[in-house]
T-cell receptor, first 110, second 114 residues
Framework: QKEVEQDPGPLSVPEGAIVSLNCTYS??????FMWYRQYSRKGPELLMY????GNKEDGRFTAQVDKSSKYISLFIRDSQPSDSATYLC??????????FGSGTQLTVLP | NAGVTQTPKFRILKIGQSMTLQCAQD?????MYWYRQDPGMGLKLIYY???????DKGEVPNGYNVSRSTTEDFPLRLELAAPSQTSVYFC????FGTGTDTQYFGPGTRLTVL
């Protein structure tokens, strides 16, 4: 069993849709949770960062962490074609050595 | 600031050849990392460094070597290249102090071993 599981997609939605991206994990020691966005042929860039359980909102993006269920989510509201990218969840015990999910490829259609 | 830079962008190697992937950062970060990303897979940590002169193995270190003689540079050496090392290699850096310890990634090096 992988330490971090992420639905690879691909996921295709119309512009304006609400997108839900999810990861599950098995290591109960994880306490730092991140979402990275990776455009084609580019390096990942940090999108959201959450420590421990709870919600965090930044503009159209909301990250949720449920440590009791070992489940994290990223919601994108009013999705735009510019949101088309691969989204990688990442988590760690110490915020230094990250364990990544395999990534979900998202396409937002105009 | 240029951030994290990597050279070369692309490289094709023959089996058994060796090469060095270069990585530099100008953000005065103390931590640096090397990852590989295979198609449809997440990033796997190869090696990391917590400061000049200090390196440690990650999840997939076999076939690679690193050194860190300065804060800015963290080259990755491939000896005796094998087809299994065909991948995209990303370097990243972060500042470990207080706060979020965000990792900043370079643009990647696409390596093909034939």
């Amino acid at each position: 069993q992988k330490e971090v599981e992420q639905d690879p997609g691909p996921l295709s939605v119309p512009e304006g849709a609400i997108v839900s991206l999810n990861c599950t994990y098995s290591n109960s020691a994880f306490q730092y949770f991140m979402w990275y966005r990776q455009y084609s042929r580019k390096g990942p860039e940090l999108l959201m960062y959450t420590y421990s359980s709870g919600n965090k909102e930044d503009g159209r993006f909301t990250a949720q962490v449920d440590k009791s269920s070992k489940y994290i989510s990223l919601f994108i509201r009013d999705s735009q074609p510019s949101d088309s990218a691969t989204y990688l969840c990442a988590m760690s015990e110490s915020a230094r050595q990250l364990t990544f999910g395999s990534g979900t490829q998202l396409t937002v259609l105009p | 600031n240029a951030g994290v830079t990597q050279t070369p962008k692309f490289r094709i190697l023959k089996i058994g050849q060796s090469m060095t992937l270069q990585c530099a950062q100008d953000m005065n970060h103390n931590y640096m990392y090397w990852y590989r990303q295979d198609p449809g897979m997440g990033l796997k940590l190869i090696y990391y460094s917590v400061g000049a002169g200090i390196t440690d193995k990650g999840e997939v270190p076999n076939g690679y070597n690193v050194s860190r003689s300065t804060t800015e540079d963290f080259p990755l050496r491939l000896e005796l290249a094998a087809p299994s090392q065909t991948s995209v290699y990303f370097c990243a850096s972060s500042y470990f102090g207080t706060g979020t310890d965000t990792q900043y990634f370079g643009p990647g090096t696409r390596l093909t071993v034939l």
